[in-house]
């Protein structure tokens, strides 16, 4: 025997998903669906937010970025009191990145709803005397709406449809006493044998321009009709042609006269200085994608073109070119500040790289990145790290001077950056519109 409770304190409507699932194999289920009990629920804490200034910046690609101390200073009134160590920078929980398809697409109980802002780490040049000078620089660094997202040993190219800039916050606290969240160095690796001189580096080429279906987030760039073909120009740096690369390209189905099922065959074929890669064949008007590999010796330093052919039998085949991604081996040479991935794991390493008066952060998790420890000779500036084994590592380099800067807004008096949060009561749906929509 199975002993129940007399009573059930509290029950849950069942979901969908529950009645779908459940109702066919439960022989009582006109009862049974009165037992369930709803999932414990704990109220998240509300993060505090301290009171202050803000000055309001946006972004549109990832990579480090500066702010000098005459341009904040420029945006707040001359009787301030500005202690650069209490700065702080903000910007959304998704770090630059949209977070709609993530939400619509987990279940409710199985997400907990992010706070509104996180604190980055950033780097004060000039902070110690605590007081702003026009001399002093701030850099950090940061995504853009699109860009390439890492999990693990997973690398991804992530296309926003949503938005084409990323917002930033900066925070002057009224308390000064206060302390933002800075970037710290590494410890020092002890020496060892292994070096290397080069690093895997990411490409992607997408403009998103025309939708087929009018609907959706299937978009792509051009029109390939049959025998047509497209160019994709790209721009490599310092290939290392002893290695191979990889390449991943996507194309969406579109027919010229539309038919009843859809399914127009497609034929795709695409080449590298008239090299074939792969061929990518599909019947449907979806997004279809195909990887292939370059072999050794193919990739020049400098422009070259990849070329999409459409090879279709049927005239009524006219696919989209969507994108194309490049990973490669590239020469660790500094002409302007760049990003690249170790190419292997699970190892003490020094990487080489030409150029001096260098800086590098590791910047695997973004939000916290690491400064390395340097050591220079003849032109030459190296970098000891411990390679992890289950995790990729993403490196930055630059020269401060070499670091663009964002063009700050108005600043604000204090926000309430938590007016929408209600620890009160909970809804399943919020509806946000227009005032005059309210009645």
Known sequence: RIPFEDRVKRVSIPTLVQKTLLAPKILNWKEAQHWIEPPPRAMKKIQNIPDGIWINFSLQKDGMYKLTGKEILDKVSSNTNLDPRSLMLFTSSAFGRDRTYELTNKLFNEYSIPENLVELAITIQ????????NDDILYFYAHGPSGFDQTIDN???????????????????????????????????????????????YLHFETDIENPQGSG??????????????????NLTEPVSSTTAHGL??????????????NTKHKVEISLSDKKLVNMTWSNLGMHYADFIIGSGVLVNGGQTFKITNNGDNPNSEPLFDFLTLSYMRKLNYQVPFEFFSPIQSNDMTFNIIGSELKVWNITYGTNPENLPLTSKDNITSMRVTLPADTLQNFITFKIADLPSP??????????????????????????????FSS
Do not use: C
Not at 126 to 133: M, R
Not at 164 to 193: C, F, H, K, M
Not at 253 to 258: F, I, L, P, T, Y
């Open 126 to 133: 000039g902070e110690s005397d605590g007081n702003l000078g």
């Open 407 to 436: 063009t700050l807004n108005t600043s604000t008096g204090p926000i309430e950056m938590n007016r929408l949060r209600n620890t009160t009561m909970s809804a399943n749906h919020i509806i946000i519109g227009p005032h005059s």
């Open 249 to 262: 390209f996507g194309m969406i189905g579109k027919e010229s006269v539309s038919t009843r099922y859809g």
């Open 217 to 234: 987030l299937a978009w792509g760039n051009t029109i390939i009709r049959q025998g047509g073909l497209f160019s994709q120009a790209v």
């Open 155 to 201: 690398v991804s190219w992530h296309q926003n449809l949503y938005f084409t800039e990323s917002n930033y916050w900066l925070l002057i606290p009224s308390n000064t006493t206060l302390r933002g969240n800075r970037v710290q160095t590494a410890d020092i690796v002890q020496d060892g044998p292994l070096n290397i001189d080069y690093g895997l580096s």
